[in-house]
């Protein structure tokens, strides 16, 4: 048979074994310290890649915000698999950090120069001179205490700390005048500038740490309204904080004073560290917080309260009859010798390095003392009984320390380091304003009048957003009850022969001496007298921080009644 043939054509064209190929751009190759847009463009449709976003069928992106080197996979419909290389390696968001060297470190009458060695590359510092890119040098004239911002190139920032002590100027001791033609300047506008000292009177960076005298350091995690107490060890770097504020502390502060809890829960107690202090006095408010804003604004100063007396500025004489009385040796420390070690921490011959404070009021009975929240405070007791049986408190809590009745002093030194910016910053704390005298509690805006407990009002609690604010720190780590509440009679009193220290206060006029604060008559025995005859006394929150011996002439708008008479004994907190 004939081979007839025929044909049939194949016709194949779907098949793709291409890999895709693709470039990458960005949106900026220069060095920057903001986020890098990588856009890949391939020769082909693909499949979006993780993590990156479709424009169209050949073109993504993605946003990268740190330098990277990475391999991105791209396929296209057919499976085929290729890649594109992304490399972004001109992002820079490290703030540049520094160093300072000083010219000296010695007690020194001369100029201190300062210099300041960076990482990288920064823009020269506003009063600075250059000396290269990463080296700039400052002359200073004076003791300071500043934060230097540093910006590098890109704009990030970081920042150094100066500090400078050494700078001795040569000034005299002031005299004090002695004519009665130097005026007492107006007390009205004081700021209280805080250094912690050591037990030899030298200024440290950091307070002295608590001593614990058996018992155990407490602290709480959460905010106001919710707060959990819990123990802790003193090893713990979160037991406490003494920080300094920088603004208002209306609203509450960061200051953590230390904590701590006897061993039967029953006596809370917080930690006063040992410090001297100096008060600037201003003729106005505004000028006072100008300089808590920035320690260098001296606009307005008047005078001080320094270890001389009370320092006219004007005259440049210490106002008759005003230098310390009640203080025990010196600052050794150069540019702190004019501050005045606080009274409070020399108990007896001891040189204490801090005091432990009850947190709250005393409640419970007064045979069986507590200090706690939530209890009415102890009332309607003569000083003599609390005297005595407040020295029973360290043995019925098995507190290794000598519990007595806080003298003026102290409860100054409270008081002080609460306005001074490690505690509320010049705010004033706000009243516990209940009138069956519960402790922690605060009212609900300054001013308010009485209003009784509740426990079911929860925001006036201690643990409350009312509460907090009426501690020294402006949350629940301060002293509360130091505004309002119960009247607490304090072991300070006028030496004025009435029959009232006899009748009831016999204890406390026969203590010894390391146990209280005794004030001289004027005479005669009279309240203006008397504010005038003690104006040496420093550290007690009286004649300091007021501006007359009666009426609401403390700072604050706070009570003034200096002792006299048949009340020859202070009440604190009113």
């Not at 890119?133 to 150094?160: A, C, F, M, P």
């Not at 409860?411 to 009243?431: F, P």
Request: aromatic share 10%; proline share 4%; charged share 15%.
């Amino acid at each position: 048979m004939p081979g007839n043939t025929g044909s049939v054509s194949i016709l194949i064209n779907n098949i793709d074994k291409t890999a895709p190929t693709g470039s990458a751009s960005y949106s900026t190759t220069d060095p920057t310290n903001q986020d890098v847009t990588a856009t890949i463009t391939t020769s082909e449709a693909i499949e979006t890649p993780a993590g990156w976003t479709k424009v169209s069928d050949t073109e993504y992106w993605k946003v990268y915000s740190g330098n990277t080197t990475e391999t991105i996979t791209i396929t296209d419909a057919a499976g085929n698999t290729g890649s594109v290389n992304i490399a972004i390696s001109n992002i820079d968001k490290t703030a540049p950090t520094g160093s300072v060297s000083y010219s000296t470190t010695d007690p020194t009458d001369e100029d201190v120069t300062v210099t300041l060695t960076t990482d990288k590359p920064i823009e020269t510092p506003t009063g600075w001179t250059k000396v290269s890119d990463t080296e700039y040098w400052k002359v200073y004239s004076g003791n300071t205490t500043e934060t230097v911002t540093i910006t590098d190139t890109l704009g990030n920032t970081g920042s150094v700390s100066i500090v400078i002590n050494n700078i001795e100027t040569a000034t005299l001791e002031p005299e004090e005048d002695t004519t009665g033609t130097v005026s007492q300047f107006s007390k009205a506008y004081g700021v209280i500038d805080i250094a912690w000292l050591d037990t030899d009177n030298n200024v440290i960076s950091e307070p002295e740490a608590p001593v614990l005298c058996g018992m155990t350091p407490v602290k709480w995690e959460g905010a106001p309204g919710s707060y959990a107490e819990t123990t802790t060890t003193d090893e713990d770097i979160d037991w406490y904080s003494y920080t300094a504020q920088t603004g208002d502390t209306t609203s509450g502060g960061t200051s953590k004073w230390a904590n701590a809890v006897t061993a039967n829960g029953n006596c809370y107690f917080v930690w006063i560290p040992r410090y001297a202090y100096k008060i600037t006095y201003f003729n106005s408010q505004a000028n006072a917080n100008a300089y808590r804003a920035n320690s260098s604004s001296t606009t307005g100063i008047i005078g001080y309260s320094n270890i001389y007396g009370m320092l006219d500025q004007a005259s440049g004489k210490v106002v008759g009859g005003t230098a310390p009385t009640n203080t025990t040796g010196t600052v050794q420390t150069t540019g702190y010798t004019e501050y005045i070690p606080h009274p409070a921490f020399t108990f007896g011959s001891t040189e204490e390095k801090g005091i432990w404070m009850g947190k709250y009021q005393s409640t419970g009975t007064i045979s069986s003392i507590t200090i706690k929240p939530n209890y009415p405070a102890i009332a309607s007791q003569t000083v003599s009984t609390m005297f005595s049986n407040s020295q029973n408190v360290s043995g019925a809590n098995s507190i290794s320390a000598d519990s007595h009745m806080m003298r003026n002093t102290e409860w100054g030194a409270a008081a002080y380091l609460c306005e001074s910016k490690y505690g509320r910053n010049g705010t004033g704390v706000r009243i516990n304003n209940n009138s069956e005298f519960y402790t922690g509690w605060g009212a609900n805006a300054d001013g308010a009048g009485s209003v009784a407990y509740s426990a079911t009002s929860t925001d006036n609690l201690y643990t409350g957003q009312y509460g907090v604010v009426a501690s020294t720190t402006g949350n629940i780590y301060g002293v509360y009850d130091m505004s309002g509440g119960s009247s607490e009679y304090i072991a300070g009193y006028v030496n004025n022969g009435n029959a009232a220290l006899t009748n009831y206060n016999l204890n406390l006029i026969n203590a010894m001496a390391k146990y209280k604060d005794v004030y001289q008559i004027g005479p005669p025995d009279a309240q203006s007298n008397n504010y005038n005859a003690n104006k040496g006394i420093k550290g007690d929150a009286v004649y300091e921080t007021s501006t007359s011996y009666s009426g609401l002439t403390s700072w604050h708008g706070d009570d003034s009644a200096f002792v006299n008479g048949g009340n020859p004994v202070f009440a604190r907190g009113r």
